[in-house]
């Protein structure tokens, strides 16, 4: 049964569909955790693109989600709901969620939760479950990259890029990304990237040819969409995989499907955020097995741009729209 429940709680919420002026601080009722969900007292929650949409009323959060935006948090569990045995009160722990992240409470099917990693502060554990969960299960489940294997990471200087450039290269991977500065590209290098490309200068396509011998990368993983997707075919290796998981550029495309067929290409893409709670209890222990030892080594780490108090949301947002940033935005909770 849950325990000491709190009566309300601080948070932020999105006044109106509009820009980052809309998210304001409020007060609203704690929530309470139901059969097979903890309350969790929330340190820190991660800022992400799907928030920002959301804001601007451009992605719903799914039927019986919280309204408020959030995606991932870190802090303890306070309260636990009936046929949660796994949790217990005070455990420190992390999570991917459908929404309510950015508030002092969150209630979190236990399945999605997953222990703060060794040594990892509360800020770092809120940055890992939202990047850490898409690049697994788009990088290495759908597009099944292998050691030996080379990817393609567009936008590496994102939180999912950061990620993905450092799980891949821990995987045994070759791995080129795009990035929008010069400094963005040693950023992305200095996290293990084989060659960054600015792609306001160079031309990815020509590079990638050059640097391998024209045959090409076995994955990409795309945020950009448009008509990047035409240009990433031209340089996929016969039975390469495309994975798309955003469309920055917009999701209409205009494609010759000639190479996709004589090169035996995969073209795919996902969303997390409305798959079944079984589905992503998956995902937590497929990290928990493959990833957690890594974070736990040292051997990769998330890369924090900045924090920001929870009231301070609106700055977070202008940071996270004006791409300046290199790796993840965080929010911090107070009491």
Not at 101 to 111: H, L, M, R
Not at 190 to 218: C, P, S
């Amino acid at each position: 049964m849950a325990i000491a429940l709190p009566d309300s709680m601080n948070c932020v919420e999105i006044a109106e569909p509009g820009g980052p002026e809309v998210l304001r601080a409020v007060q609203r009722t704690a929530p309470v955790p139901g059969p097979g969900e903890v309350l969790v007292e929330v340190a820190a929650a991660g800022v992400n693109r799907p928030d920002v949409l959301q804001r601007k009323g451009l992605y719903d959060p799914p039927k019986g989600a919280s309204d408020l935006p959030g995606l991932e948090i870190a802090g303890r569990v306070v309260a636990i709901g009936e046929n949660v045995t796994e949790w217990g009160s005070d455990d420190q722990v992390c999570a991917l969620i459908a929404g309510g992240g950015y508030a002092q409470y969150c209630v979190v099917p236990a399945e999605q939760l997953l222990p703060v990693p060794k040594g990892f502060s509360m800020i770092e554990a809120a940055a890992v479950p939202e990047t850490f969960f898409t690049v697994w299960t788009n990088v290495f489940e759908r597009g099944g990259l292998k050691r030996g294997e080379t990817l393609l990471v567009h936008g590496g200087s994102s939180g999912i890029g950061t990620t993905a450039i450092q799980l891949a290269k821990a995987f045994g991977a070759t791995v080129f990304t795009t990035a929008g500065s010069a400094d963005k590209c040693r950023a992305c290098e200095k996290l293990g990237a084989d060659r960054a490309i600015d792609y306001k200068t160079e031309d990815f396509v020509a590079v990638i040819k050059e640097a391998t011998q024209g045959r090409g990368v076995d994955v990409v993983l795309d945020m950009v969409g448009g008509d990047y997707i035409a240009r990433d075919i031209e340089i996929m290796a016969p039975d390469g995989r495309h994975v798309s998981i955003a469309f920055l550029n917009g999701p209409k495309v205009s494609l010759n499907m000639f190479p996709v067929m004589t090169k035996r290409l995969t073209l795919t893409g996902s969303t997390l955020r409305a798959r079944p709670v079984g589905e992503k209890g998956r995902i937590a222990k497929a990290l928990r097995a493959e990833v957690w030892p890594l974070l736990e080594s040292g051997r990769i780490k998330p890369v924090i741009h900045q924090t920001f108090p929870l009231e301070q949301a609106a700055d977070a947002h202008r940071l996270m729209e004006s791409s300046a940033h290199v790796g993840k935005i965080v929010l911090t909770v107070g009491p």
